[in-house]
């Protein structure tokens, strides 16, 4: 069966700091990949998502995440911290028609 | 206007009761589906309704029921609240499966007590 592992619960950065998000997906099959983020009392919202060719992929507010197939890894980064990057984000991965399959979720602290 | 709502968006409620969650999408999509997340287990699929005629199951659609009133609208049904479904409830609509995005509506907050 797939699943998604999301390593970390909580990740505390500095602003302006680099932001690291880890996410691995156990599949025999490439997967479409998914990165969403959920404000404080807010729905997800889609920040990127990585379906077929560049493996480096850009989403909003100036995240980023690679797909690495032999390492079946589809990690987050961002730069730099900024205060308003404070949210839970899930990665995602979906390998048919219509099952999202989403990880535990990693809360994003960011310290003045 | 938001293209997914959701109501109500809070409901205290006591075991035993019945409770309706309905959604609603103005992005004309045709597949629709309800999830639930829980502190530390992410989003977990309920139902789900690729048209109105085709509702299927997810991976945890026990003690729930759905209903696909129109293409715009899909409603959640717990028959007979019990206090472990208490969670957050999540609508979200998309145009097709794969890679297409999913879109979801600003959540229910649902307490049994």
């Known amino acids: 069966a797939q699943s998604v592992t999301q390593l970390g619960s909580h990740v505390s950065v500095s602003e302006g700091a680099l932001v690291l998000l880890r996410c691995n997906y156990s599949?025999?099959?490439?997967?479409?990949l998914f990165w969403y983020v959920q404000y404080p009392n807010q729905g997800l919202q889609l920040l990127l998502k990585?379906?077929?060719?560049?493996?480096l992929v850009k989403g909003i507010n100036g995240f980023e995440a690679e797909f690495k197939k032999s390492e079946t890894s589809f990690h987050l980064t961002k730069p730099s911290a900024h205060m308003s990057d404070a949210a839970e984000y899930f990665c995602?991965?979906?390998?048919?028609?219509?099952?999202?399959?989403f990880g535990a979720g990693t809360t994003v602290t960011v310290r003045a | 206007d938001a293209d997914v709502t959701q109501t109500p968006r809070n409901r205290i409620t006591k075991t035993g009761k019945r409770i309706m969650l309905e959604c609603s999408q103005t992005?004309?999509?045709?597949?629709m589906y309800w999830y639930r997340q829980d502190p530390g287990l992410g989003l977990r699929l309920i139902y789900y309704?690729?048209?109105?005629?085709?509702?299927n199951k997810g991976e945890i659609s026990d003690g729930y029921s759905v209903s696909r009133q129109a293409q715009a609208k899909f409603s959640l049904s717990l028959e007979s609240a019990i206090p472990n479904q208490t969670a957050l409830y999540f609508c979200?609509?998309?145009?097709?499966?794969?890679?297409?995005?999913?879109?979801f509506g600003p959540g229910t907050r649902l307490t049994v007590l």
């Open positions: 992005k004309g999509h045709d597949r």
């Open positions: 990585y379906t077929t060719g560049a493996t």
């Open positions: 599949s025999s099959v490439p997967p479409y």
């Open positions: 979200a609509t998309s145009n097709s499966g794969g890679a297409d995005t999913q879109y």
């Open positions: 309704s690729f048209d109105v005629k085709d509702i």
């Open positions: 995602a991965v979906t390998f048919n028609d219509y099952k999202l399959s």
